[in-house]
T-cell receptor
């Protein structure tokens, strides 16, 4: 069964304290892995797509990496405005649908 | 570009009532999706439309129907609402097998 697991469920950081969020997946064949950010009361906002092991993408303080079994979202020197829930999703080869993890709720305190 | 729009933003129904959630996108995307999001469950796919004129069931289709009215619009109908359908509903669209773009959501409560 295709599955996505995110950890931790919640993460509290001090401003400037770097850390990583994990997304592990089990799929029959990976076409792509997607990271989204979701603010309270809003729809998910697209951040990155990764297609192959070893690929990395960066945007401001965020960097996403991909291996054959998991993806990491590294947050460098986070700011309070980075507080949100981060969602990971996988797309199985031959399908257009996304399978989402339950998310990691990140809180960054000043 | 407004992107993906959803109406209404909030709705309260009584058990057994019916309603239609509306979704429209102005990005000329081929595929559209309906998800529900519940605490502790993540986003789950209800129905999707890979292209105009086609619809398919997702992970949790029971109690719902959909209509792909044209390329822009994809509606979700609850024929007889139940308390278990209390949730936040998101519509999304994508040009093909790429990242999906989400609407702001409809918060539905069924009493």
């Amino acid at each position: 069964e295709d599955q996505v697991t995110q950890s931790p469920e919640a993460l509290r950081l001090q401003e400037g304290e770097s850390s990583s969020l994990n997304c592990s997946y089990t799929v029959s064949g990976l076409r792509g892995l997607f990271w989204y950010r979701q603010d309270p009361g809003k729809g998910p906002e697209f951040l990155f797509t990764l297609y192959s092991a070893g690929e990395e993408k960066e945007k401001e303080r965020l960097k996403a990496t991909l291996t054959k079994k998991e993806s990491f979202l590294h947050i460098t020197a986070p700011k309070p405005e980075d507080s949100a829930t981060y969602l990971c999703a996988v797309q199985v080869a031959g399908q257009g649908n996304l399978i989402f993890g339950k998310g990691t709720k990140l809180s960054v305190k000043p | 570009n407004a992107g993906v729009t959803q109406t209404p933003k909030f709705q309260v129904l009584k058990t057994g009532q019916s309603m239609t959630l509306q979704c429209a996108q102005d990005m000329n995307h081929n595929s559209m999706y309906w998800y529900r999001q519940d605490p502790g469950m993540g986003l789950r796919l209800i129905y999707y439309s890979a292209s105009e004129g086609t619809t398919d069931k997702g992970e949790v289709p029971n109690g719902y129907n959909v209509s792909r009215l044209n390329k822009r619009e994809f509606s979700l109908r609850l024929e007889s609402a139940a308390p278990s359908q209390t949730s936040v509903y998101f519509c999304a669209s994508t040009p093909s097998y790429n990242e999906q773009f989400f609407g702001p959501g409809t918060r539905l409560t069924v009493l």
